[in-house]
């Protein structure tokens, strides 16, 4: 069964410092995964996608992502955090054929940024 | 162009009454996803409909419902309201399918007496 595992819960950076936000998943066959951003009493945005074209993916404000066949990972990050970067991140996977599917989320990650 | 939008914003009810909650996609969107958010299960899948029929559906009990429009706006009801259905219920729209980008409501903030 397709799962997303995302390793931390929480992470805290100091403004100006790298950002790594760790997902694993797991996938039978080459899955289609994204990052998804949360701020509060928002809903969620769209920060990148893979879809097996490149495995390093570029996204907005400035985040990346790199898909790892061989460790099942898919992590986020981002050189230089910002205060605006403090949210809830969510690692998706898309399960099911072509035409029909849902989304499988992770359990989230919040991100801190300290002044 | 206008995103998703979902009416009501927030409502409160109380146990054993049902409600409805409306979703209008993009202008063009023809698959209309709904997902619960709660602190406790994190977001979850509830159904997908596409062109009037929903295509999938997650594992929540059938007091859980919903439909789609011939112009693609989608309501689902939640009936005989239990205080566990206190949630985020979200709303994704996209072109055809839900592997492709989904764009995401505000969502509506159901709270349960």
């Known amino acids: 069964a397709q799962s997303v595992t995302q390793l931390d819960s929480h992470v805290s950076v100091s403004e100006g410092t790298p950002v790594l936000l760790r997902c694993n998943y797991s996938?039978?066959?080459?899955?289609?995964l994204f990052w998804y951003v949360q701020h509060p009493n928002k809903g969620l945005q769209l920060l990148l996608k893979?879809?097996?074209?490149?495995?390093l993916v570029k996204g907005i404000n400035g985040f990346e992502a790199e898909f790892k066949k061989s460790e099942t990972s898919f992590h986020l990050t981002k050189p230089s955090a910002h205060m605006s970067d403090a949210a809830e991140y969510f690692c998706?996977?898309?399960?099911?054929?072509?035409?029909?599917?849902?989304?499988?989320f992770g359990q989230g990650t919040t991100l801190q940024v300290k002044p | 162009k206008a995103g998703v939008t979902q009416t009501p914003r927030y409502l409160i009810k109380t146990r054993g009454q049902q409600v409805t909650l409306s979703c209008s996609p993009i202008?063009?969107?023809?698959?209309v996803s709904w997902y619960q958010q709660t602190p406790g299960q994190g977001l979850q899948f509830l159904f997908e409909y596409f062109s009037e029929t929903q295509r999938n559906k997650g594992n929540f009990p059938g007091r859980f419902s919903g439909r789609q429009f011939s112009n693609s706006r989608s309501e689902m009801n939640v009936s005989t309201l239990e205080l566990g259905d206190s949630a985020l219920y979200l709303c994704a729209s996209s072109f055809y399918r839900v592997g492709e980008t989904q764009y995401f409501g505000p969502g509506t903030r159901l709270l349960v007496l």
């Open positions: 893979y879809t097996s074209a490149a495995t």
């Open positions: 998706v996977v898309s399960v099911g054929s072509s035409n029909t599917g849902k989304l499988i």
């Open positions: 202008s063009g969107h023809r698959s």
């Open positions: 996938s039978s066959y080459s899955p289609s």
